[in-house]
């Protein structure tokens, strides 16, 4: 059993930046963390994925370039640093982690643990 616990979020405008944390209560040096959004009547979407165990990460083609997933393993705790937000950005934001390996790291079905959420605004 992991619980994870997420901080941050908020609003920001156009262009700005944020950083979401999520951290977990035991060791996840051998997970995947990941970061998963959802806006309203939308599908939940993954958004950013790190194998903490080989270091690979995936982003979805919408946020190549602007958003970054990193872990600290010290603390238990993974970062989506976002940066160059647009208002399609605007979701509720979820971190999931999983042990063992998965061919689909964004995809929702692949994780077993779930945080409880934050919601970030874009304004435009």
């Known amino acids: 059993q992991v619980q994870l616990v997420q901080f941050g979020g908020g609003s920001v405008e156009t262009g700005g930046s944020l950083r979401i944390s999520c951290a977990a209560s035991?060791?996840?040096?051998?997970?995947?963390m990941a970061w998963f959004r959802q806006a309203p009547g939308k599908e939940r979407e993954g958004v950013a994925a790190?194998?903490?165990?080989?270091?690979?990460?995936y982003y979805a083609d919408s946020v190549k370039g602007r958003f970054a997933i990193s872990q600290d393993n010290a603390k238990n705790t993974v970062y989506l640093q976002m940066n160059s937000l647009k208002p399609e950005d605007t979701a509720m934001y979820y971190c999931?982690?999983?042990?063992?390996?998965?061919?689909?790291?964004?995809?929702?079905?692949?994780?077993?643990?779930w945080g409880q959420g934050t919601q970030v605004t874009v304004s435009s």
């Open positions: 999931a982690s999983r042990s063992g390996t998965t061919w689909y790291p964004l995809s929702q079905d692949s994780y077993h643990y």
């Open positions: 035991r060791n996840t040096s051998r997970y995947y």
């Open positions: 790190r194998d903490n165990f080989g270091g690979t990460t």
